[in-house]
């Protein structure tokens, strides 16, 4: 494992930092000739989580996408999610089940990453960051310690003390272990960008949080959270690109709910709630990562199988469903569920296209890319598939 310096407090970080070369790696001469996308691969490295990862991988990702070469590996302890800033030169990724998180440059030729250190996050088992519009704080989501904290970006793309953590109050939903209390485990920024929407897990509601571009203090918006289902365990949201909707994937019910989006008040208002998986589905699945298509027309939703991440996967089928959006109501009609051919796909993307969609299978150590049909919303598997060590996070940087 690379040993990461703890970052020093300075100044904040300036949009117009200039990115410094990073580390050497293999297969660079051809990424710097062509200017291609690279991707960022996050993994589960610990035997806790029965990891297979080293840690982040940068690869190279040909034009169509089918070719992907490894250009660097960063050793790490679970660096389970990863965010860039505004200016795409600089990557951040939290530790998951530890209490951190960590700062790379970004080479502007190579793409390899330079690590500048790393930041304590005022709670424990950080499980996603994001970015704040105005690139001067990055926001953390400490799942087991059930908050938020912001923390400062500064000049050189290190990461400042925590300047604020928020606690959510509730009621914890009934289930005995995965809802023992707050278990905030996504902060991604309204498209508006005036509000942080937190899915909790543990207490069954999605909260609205301001922040303070200035001072990084968080607050409870005007209208502070919305309930979900009992024991929906809300683990991830999306918005829709440019219509006032919303989704979220429901963990623990492996149920999709779909909402109404008030810009102004930062308010849902739930409007349908549909099954993740397909109506034969009888084992146990839990919801993983959800998004909107770049078009606006279809909503995925992927299920792992198994009961927890403790657990082997099966019997249940590891799988995305595709669901259209209605878009006078905002409402899900089913559509399909793909198999994502391999074993718990906690997370997935779109490619930088649109027109292809990642497959991060956990358990079977795979990423599997599928073709999108623009018309029907359907995957068809194009063969491709990239075998790397507990996958949980794929990130794109054209």
């Not at 669901?323 to 006078?328: G, L, N």
């Amino acid at each position: 494992m690379v040993s990461l310096p703890v970052a020093a407090a300075g100044a904040l970080h300036a949009t117009s930092a200039a990115a410094q070369p990073g580390s050497s790696g293999v297969g660079v001469s051809a990424a710097r000739k062509r200017g291609r996308t690279v991707a960022y691969v996050g993994s589960r490295t610990t035997a806790a989580r029965e990891g297979r990862g080293k840690g982040i991988e940068v690869y190279d990702v040909s034009p169509a996408g089918g070719d992907w070469t490894l250009l660097q590996t960063v050793e790490l302890d679970n660096p389970t999610f990863l965010a860039v800033d505004r200016t795409q030169r600089y990557l951040y990724a939290v530790h998951g089940d530890f209490t951190y998180v960590s700062a790379y440059r970004i080479a502007p030729e190579t793409r390899l990453l330079t690590p500048l250190g790393r930041q304590e996050t005022g709670g424990r088992n950080p499980v996603h960051l994001a970015v704040d519009p105005s690139n001067r704080f990055l926001v953390v989501a400490n799942h087991s310690s059930g908050t938020v904290a912001t923390l400062p970006l500064l000049d050189d793309g290190g990461v400042g003390p925590v300047a604020d953590v928020l606690s959510f109050p509730g009621t914890p939903g009934p289930h005995h272990t995965e809802q023992t209390g707050a278990k905030p485990h996504h902060v991604p920024f309204s498209p508006d960008g005036r509000f942080i929407v937190v899915p909790d897990k543990g207490l069954d509601r999605v909260f609205a949080v301001t922040l303070d571009a200035e001072s990084g203090k968080l607050a409870p918006g005007p209208v502070p959270s919305v309930a979900a289902r009992e024991m929906a365990g809300p683990r991830h949201i999306a918005f829709h690109s440019n219509l006032p909707y919303a989704y979220t994937i429901d963990e623990l019910r492996s149920t999709v709910t779909a909402y109404r989006w008030d810009a102004e008040r930062g308010a849902l208002e739930a409007l349908q709630i549909v099954s993740s998986t397909e109506p034969s589905m009888t084992g146990d699945s839990r919801g993983g990562e959800i998004a909107v298509s770049p078009d606006g027309r279809f909503v995925y939703a992927s299920n792992r199988s198994g009961a927890g991440d403790s657990t082997p996967g099966g019997p249940a089928p590891d799988s995305i469903g595709i669901f259209a959006v209605s878009v006078r109501t905002g409402t899900l009609r089913p559509v399909e569920w793909t198999s994502t051919a391999g074993i718990r796909p906690r997370f997935f993307c779109f490619g930088p296209d649109g027109r292809r969609l990642y497959a991060a299978n956990e358990r079977s150590h795979t990423i599997v890319a599928f073709d999108i049909d623009r018309d029907s919303g359907r995957l068809r598997p194009t063969g491709q598939v990239v075998r790397t060590g507990s996958p949980v996070c794929v990130l794109f940087v054209e």
